[in-house]
């Protein structure tokens, strides 16, 4: 065992304990303002500039999730180190136990240079966030090339009151889509659907005609799972025009569930469960089942991310080897202009900087150039797909094979997480369908409806906000499974209003119209 492994390791047996060695020590006044104007800067865009490479490697150290059973070794972190000008130091944190060892942290400012926060919404980061604990980064982002080119949308997404206390992790858009049986198409002489009711229409061919060709009336149009987010739900409510969660309009807080939208898309699941078209036990199944009903051929359309199709067509093999599959990220219900929802408005977490290791604008710079400089085409293809001849190989294309995968999942992947940006790289999967759909994917950010209130806080929803969603969520159900009207719908949202949705919309409008000054 590596001298840094026994470290990685030891930081995931020792609890709270992760004081860590810091660009400096001692604390640090927040009096100093977190909104300081930057000092000019002479950092290169693209890496250290020379008076940086011939000094000594800066020493930072990173309090990071680790969503693999066990760190990874020095191999992929020497060559960052090496791409970085650093001596990068690891804490380890399992991403089960992240939210209760963030607190821990949180609370005993055992922290590091640089803090993955994933949960956003936890009260705890929230309050750390906006108590100035840590730097805002807003004001320094345009000195450094990389960082420069994060979008006026995801700055404002990822503030808090106006402000940015780390480096968003930018992740996909929005990344859903409908992933349909191509062969079972083809079969029934059916082009590829691009409106909702030629999806309807295929649902009842997938149904009636027997695509599979066993003369067995056995299959299904949709296969479903209990999620009204990640399954088809929202997605459909996408095309159907339903806004994401909530819809601003002249500073008035509009619930996603009070739109005639939202009505349309019960409606078409109605549609689909009451005539046959869709697994009639969606509501109770889950994803694992869902995917294997669709890999065993029970059922020809899946609405879900899009890179889903790649483990769908690995998963039929042996069972349903003439599986062929077509991705659509283009659908719209008529008179609907093309939408697709954005999952947490395309952020991961942040990247933040406490004051009481990172203590002035020279090393916070510092730290950002790292940051910076992770987000180099190089650096991504290190944390993504290892050291070329190693791990994988890669053709004139950029296309990437994987060499040796469990070498990689044992060194590469636990950095994948880390990441600080996820798109807009050259390099890519050689895998034809984890291609096409990164290139949906990509497509579909141009027509990404975000969370106009992502970023804003509501007392009651932190304190209720389960509560309230069951109140919708099991209205929906009953509504789509036949089991309650639309009057029955509309009383569940009165009641939604009186247990404390009234309070939330009061809140998001005032922090809304805070906000906006």
């Avoid at 860590?20 to 002479?42: H, I, M, Q, R």
């Avoid at 991403?95 to 926060?117: C, F, P, Q, Y």
Wanted: hydrophobic letters at 35%; glycine letters at 8%.
């Amino acid at each position: 065992m590596t001298k840094r492994t026994w470290k990685q390791t030891a930081a995931l047996l020792l609890g709270g304990a992760m004081l860590l060695s810091a660009c400096g020590d001692g604390g640090n006044s927040a009096g100093n303002g977190n909104s300081a104007e930057p000092a000019k800067s002479n950092n290169g865009a693209n890496g250290a500039n020379a008076d940086d490479k011939q000094a000594e490697k800066a020493k930072i150290t990173w309090l990071n999730i680790l969503h693999t059973a066990s760190p990874p070794t020095d191999t992929v972190l020497n060559k960052i180190e090496e791409l970085t000008n650093t001596d990068l130091t690891f804490s380890w944190v399992p991403d089960a136990s992240k939210e209760e060892r963030i607190n821990t942290s949180l609370a005993s400012d055992s922290l590091a240079d640089i803090v993955t926060l994933t949960i956003l919404d936890n009260s705890s980061v929230r309050s750390a966030l906006k108590s100035g604990m840590f730097w805002d980064v807003g004001p320094f982002l345009d000195e450094f090339e990389n960082l420069a080119q994060i979008s006026p949308d995801t700055r404002t997404s990822a503030s808090i009151e106006g402000k940015l206390y780390g480096i968003p992790f930018q992740k996909a858009m929005a990344r859903n889509g409908v992933v349909i049986r191509k062969d079972w198409l083809d079969k029934l002489s059916l082009p590829v659907p691009k409106t909702t009711d030629e999806l309807m229409n295929v649902a009842k061919a997938f149904t009636e005609q027997d695509p599979d060709g066993n003369g067995q009336k056995d299959t299904t149009g949709f296969v479903d799972r209990s999620d009204l987010v990640f399954g088809a739900f929202k997605t459909l409510g996408s095309y159907f025009g339903t806004p994401n969660i909530w819809k601003e309009e002249n500073g008035k807080a509009i619930a996603e569930f009070e739109t005639e939208s939202y009505v349309n898309t019960m409606n078409y699941m109605k549609q689909l469960y009451d005539n046959g078209y869709i697994n009639q036990d969606f509501a109770v199944t889950a994803k694992t089942d869902q995917q294997q009903k669709f890999a065993q051929g029970k059922a020809g359309i899946y609405v879900g991310a899009l890179f889903d199709s790649k483990n769908l067509l690995n998963m039929a093999k042996g069972v349903q080897d003439n599986m062929e599959l077509v991705m659509v990220n283009d659908m719209t219900a008529q008179g609907q202009q093309r939408a697709i929802w954005s999952g947490n408005n395309g952020i991961g977490g942040l990247l933040s900087f406490p004051r009481s290791e990172v203590k002035d604008e020279a090393e916070l710079k510092r730290v950002l150039q790292f940051v910076n400089d992770l987000m180099s085409e190089e650096a991504y293809a290190l944390m993504t797909y290892g050291i070329e001849g190693t791990h994988y190989t890669k053709d004139a294309e950029q296309a990437v094979t994987i060499s040796n995968t469990d070498l990689w999942q044992q060194e590469v992947q636990p950095f994948a997480a880390s990441r600080p940006k996820e798109v807009g790289y050259k390099i890519h999967d050689a895998d034809p369908l984890k291609k096409e759909a990164d290139k949906l994917i990509a497509d579909n950010a141009n027509y990404a409806v975000l969370n106009p209130f992502y970023s804003l806080e509501a007392p009651t929803w932190s304190s209720q906000g389960s509560e309230l969603q069951k109140i919708i969520t099991d209205a929906t159900y009953k509504y789509i499974l036949g089991k309650a009207t639309l009057d029955d719908f509309k009383a569940a949202i009165e009641s939604w209003k009186k247990a404390g949705g009234a309070s939330v919309v009061s809140e998001y409008e005032a922090a809304y119209a805070k906000v906006q000054g």
